[in-house]
């Protein structure tokens, strides 16, 4: 259902009226997860007056460690929804497990799977039911041929509204916290007929990093990054060194347009 032989032209996915994929360079933008309504709304005006079309923000955080925060679960939910509904941004977020995804449908616009869960597949069955957009991630362990499997199991359900996003992916290599396979983009847009976004913020783990995988991975013909974005990255409760501040959410939506104008 998600490979490209039976379908010639690209997807777009569109979600609450925004478009993914085919001519279409979308940057999604938020907090790593949601804290509070006002860090979560210093945010989300950040991510829109670059330009950002989407909100991202995590209200179940799937961490390593369980004494790390792990999110406001429904009321992190609830601040999102006020946080669209005051910015008119649409909402991505995660759903962490199964008997979740009906919850947080009835909040969000697009549901994220994140990388920890792509082989989740009573997760992926359910989130093809929910009637809303897939994000799914690629697992950080998985192969190209795995992520387009588990895309599968969102589509056997009747949904195939999903975008693949690439994250980064497990190596020897310590500088970065995942190494940002970048040929997985052209791969997969070459395997599946699904948009492909790419994820520098996780990839990376590092603020400086993030425009510099931005332009690879436009470069490289993804069809838009998600970034995280935080008012306060000293204060965040998570991921806060990756997270963009100020003016860098600015240059990075300069740098996504301009390059895309290019291609
Ligand atoms: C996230 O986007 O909030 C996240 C946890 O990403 P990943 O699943 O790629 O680690």
């Known amino acids: 259902l ?20 085919g001519e279409h360079m979308t940057l999604i933008a938020g907090p790593c997860a949601v804290e509070t309504p006002e860090q979560t709304l210093g945010a989300a ?3 829109k007056a670059a330009g950002a079309a989407l909100l991202r923000g995590g209200a179940y955080k799937p961490r390593t460690s369980p004494y790390a925060f792990q999110g406001l679960g429904e009321a992190g939910l609830k601040i999102l929804a ?3 509904d005051e910015t008119g941004l649409p909402i991505v977020t995660e759903v962490v497990d199964a008997g979740d995804v ?4 009835s909040y969000a616009d697009m549901l994220q799977i994140g990388t920890r869960n792509m082989q989740n597949f009573a997760l992926l069955q359910a989130a093809g039911e929910a ?11 998985a192969t190209i041929e795995e992520w387009l499997m588990a895309a599968e199991y969102i589509a056997q359900r009747g949904n195939l509204d999903i975008v693949l996003c690439e994250r980064g992916i497990r190596t020897f290599e310590k500088a970065t916290r995942n190494t940002l396979d970048i040929a997985a983009v052209p791969v997969a847009q070459k395997l599946s007929h699904l948009p492909v976004i790419v994820d520098p913020s996780h990839s990376g783990g590092k603020r400086d990093l993030v425009l510099p995988l931005s332009r690879a991975a436009i470069a490289a013909g ?14 965040a409760l998570c991921d806060g060194p990756q ?3 100020g003016d860098d959410i600015q240059e990075l939506a300069d ?9």
């Open 45 to 47: 005006l950040m991510a």
């Open 255 to 263: 740098a996504v347009s301009s390059m895309s104008r290019l291609l």
């Open 222 to 235: 993804a069809d838009g990054v998600i970034v995280d974005v935080h008012p306060a990255p000293e204060t």
């Open 102 to 105: 009906e919850l947080v449908a």
């Open 131 to 141: 009637g809303k957009p897939v994000l799914l991630k690629r697992g950080m362990s």
């Open 82 to 84: 006020e946080v669209r």
């Open 2 to 21: 998600v490979s490209r032989e039976n379908h010639h032209r690209r997807s777009v996915v569109t979600v609450r009226g925004v478009p993914i994929g």
């Open 243 to 245: 997270a963009l501040v």
